[in-house]
């Protein structure tokens, strides 16, 4: 749609701002970008997905380090989301090349995401807000009872499997899906970052290796638009860096509402591209 370059140069301005919004909720910055590359950049379909899941790849290590220096690694929720996403994530790379190519299908689809997504954090409070701790620095008894709903072992295994298949279809990688479903259950945004960051990074990975490997044998464009995708990843890179030095001076309702917003009126542009 640009001229030759510039159309790196616009994708890489636009990852840069959209990364440092969302990546205090945990949100890579690819549940944004997918109408963005439709609409603007025109990157073709289904290759806006792979191209989505390669941004993921080059940007979120940026956010990742920075959050490793503020001494928040993910920990073990990581290793159990990246568990449940990643065999979710590859199914649903198979889904989308197989089973919807086409556009109109996948704009109800990617509707059916976002505005539950975006509804649920524009609409709902932080479920574990800041409060006087107890003794030693311990948590409070109100915020212990929070935390007692919080989704934990095998459960929280199968959900992020299930969650996986749409963020291999929609190209997010899974971990922008359940960040808002964790911090709903009683996790403070502090915790679930850097996990459903480090879960983006690693199914991301793995839905670009699947979408090259099937786009040997597919007259579509199934693989990902490289320069396209590695611009947006660069901006990326840099803005979910930021947002991550920005996370602990936000408060977590502001992070939620400016987050939820976005992903919500994406998502009513979607349905009306779909039901027209």
């Keep these: 749609m640009f001229g030759s370059g510039w159309t790196e140069v616009v994708a890489l301005v636009a990852a840069c701002a959209v990364a440092v919004v969302s ?76 089973l919807v190519p086409g556009p109109h299908v996948f704009d109800l689809l990617v509707a059916g995401l976002l505005l539950p997504l975006g509804g649920w954090l524009s609409l709902s409070r932080p479920a574990c807000p800041d ?3 107890g003794p030693e620095g311990q948590a409070s008894p109100d915020q212990q009872a929070r935390q007692g709903r919080r989704i934990d072992g095998p459960v929280l295994v199968v959900l992020a499997a299930l969650v996986g298949c749409p963020g291999g279809i929609y190209g997010i990688g899974g971990g922008s899906i359940l ?28 839905g670009v290796i699947t979408f ?24 990326g890179l840099a803005g979910g860096y930021a947002g991550a030095r920005l996370q602990a001076r936000m408060p977590d309702l502001l992070i939620r509402r400016l987050v939820g917003v976005l992903v919500f009126a994406i998502g009513v542009s979607y349905l009306a591209s779909g039901l027209a």
């Design 23 to 98: 990546t205090p909720a945990g949100i890579s910055g690819a549940v944004l970008l997918l109408p963005f590359q439709v609409s603007v950049l025109g990157t073709p379909s289904p290759s806006v997905t792979p191209t989505n899941l390669l941004y993921n790849v080059v940007a979120t290590p940026g956010a990742l380090y920075r959050y490793w220096r503020q001494g928040q690694n993910g920990g073990r929720l990581a290793a159990v989301l990246v568990a449940g996403t990643l065999p979710g994530v590859i199914a649903g790379s198979l889904v989308r090349v197989k």
């Design 131 to 133: 409060g006087p701790a």
């Design 179 to 206: 960040a808002p479903i964790l911090i709903g259950s009683g996790r403070r945004p502090a915790e679930v970052a850097p996990a459903a960051l480090a879960s983006t990074f690693v199914t991301s990975v793995g």
């Design 212 to 235: 090259t490997y099937l786009s040997l044998n597919q007259h579509l464009p199934v693989a990902p638009n490289w320069p396209t995708g590695i611009a947006l990843g660069v901006g």
